[in-house]
């Protein structure tokens, strides 16, 4: 058996990243904040859902993080596919990368201050390359990385963290 079937089918794996949101619109560092999806996010989205109607997608679980924007797009998505009643499962790990005291600042104007150079290290950089100015808050295991929220969501795959075990909750 191929190592890409199971039962006999193929599995795909499509990845989406959210639609337009505000402060994308407003040029805005988001990170974790919370920005509504505009109406062009909201056509986009719509625009992603007919596509993958036209290849003929049906999907058995979702995921997304547990971002607005992201749940938003997720959801329209679903509702053009006629397929809003599968297991969603949100995560805090799939949410964008926080970008600290950025957050929310125009990368333009962010650029004239300290450098094109510097503001793409930001935004492109691997997480590890501690580059970015950031607060003891927003520290690996400070209170803006869930690590082991109890209350998070949970997905059917066990954490990394070292929480301990327990089982993977039932979709709502």
Known sequence: MNKNT????????????????QWNMENRFTGWANPPLTQAGLLEAEQAGRLLNEHGYQFDVVFSSRLIRAQQTLDV????????????????????????????????????EVGEQQVWRWRRRHLWERTLPVSAAMTPRGRREPRCNRSASRPP????????????????
């Not at 805090?92 to 990368?107: A, I, P």
């Not at 795959?157 to 709502?172: D, I, K, L, M, S």
């Open 6 to 21: 199971a039962n006999n089918r193929t599995i795909d794996v499509v990845l989406i990243r959210h639609a337009q949101s």
């Open 77 to 112: 998505i679903l509702d053009t596919l006629q397929q809003d009643d599968i297991p969603k499962y949100q995560d805090w790990r799939l949410n964008e990368r926080h970008y600290g005291l950025l957050q929310g600042v125009n990368k333009t104007e962010k650029a004239k």
């Open 157 to 172: 795959f066990p954490p990394r963290c070292g929480c301990a075990r327990v089982p993977a909750p039932r979709p709502a």
